[in-house]
């Protein structure tokens, strides 16, 4: 893993750094919450096009103060509760973390009531982490056929958030086992269910999750520093 301390320089030049080790095919999200939007802007000037933040309500904040930089997709990454699901629908091209069956049928209604077909990814937790939410992988396999009838949502594939804790080879193990997970999930061939994106990997262990096939990274510290704990 690589040591913050190597990165030194400004968000842009770390941007780019980044972005020449990475495969053309990884979409890197700039995870921003507790950013400024002043950061914001400097990772958008270095190219950065795809945005994540954890709260719908700090999000709208920001959103709100950006209106002037075009062509931004914005990511939300973090655990939504069935309240703020509209405004999500309003405020995010992309929901990482629709982590039950619950969530997504109510994501479906809104979608057809608002007339929007947002993109959606299925969080799984493929080791048990209870501070973590996620399908396990028997509950999704048991929830595929509702959730294939949800078809005002384009559900594009698998999101994970590796448990803490684990070396180098296990977070590779679960990452491959995402990567598994929706290939077994595509075969089935669904009708309303892809699987062709894999949104795995943070700051510390992005690396092993491109070796793992993931086709979106989210990275918060690594490009923007330490949060305030
Ligand atoms: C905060 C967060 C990230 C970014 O984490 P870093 O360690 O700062 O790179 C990625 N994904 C999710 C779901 C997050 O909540």
Request: proline share 4%; glycine share 6%; hydrophobic share 40%.
């Amino acid at each position: 893993m690589m040591p913050f301390s190597k990165l030194g320089g400004t968000i842009s030049e770390r941007i780019l750094e980044i972005r020449r080790t990475l495969p053309p095919s990884v979409r890197l999200i700039a995870v921003t919450k507790q950013v400024s939007v002043d950061a914001i802007r400097e990772a958008y000037d270095a190219g950065i096009r795809d945005f994540g933040e954890s709260r719908v309500q700090e999000a709208e904040v920001k959103q709100a103060q950006l209106q002037n930089l075009t062509g931004i997709t914005w990511h939300l990454i973090g655990h939504l509760q069935t309240n703020k699901a509209q405004k999500a629908i309003g405020q995010f091209q992309w929901i990482h973390s629709v982590d039950s069956l619950k969530l997504a049928q109510k994501l479906n209604r809104l979608a057809e009531q608002l007339s929007r077909k947002p993109q959606i990814l299925l969080q799984v937790k493929l080791l048990p982490d209870p501070s973590k939410y996620g399908w396990s992988t028997f509950d999704l396999l048991k929830d595929l056929p509702e959730l294939n009838r949800c078809e005002h949502l384009n559900i594009e594939g698998l999101m994970t958030i590796a448990p803490l804790g684990l070396n180098d080879s296990e977070i590779l193990a679960v990452f491959q086992q995402t990567r598994e997970l929706a290939n077994k999930i595509a075969t089935q061939n669904w009708s309303h269910i892809r699987m062709g994106q894999l949104s795995m990997g943070m700051s510390d262990d992005y690396e092993l999750a491109v070796e793992a096939g993931a086709t979106m990274i989210r990275l918060g510290r690594i490009l923007f520093g330490d949060r305030p704990a």
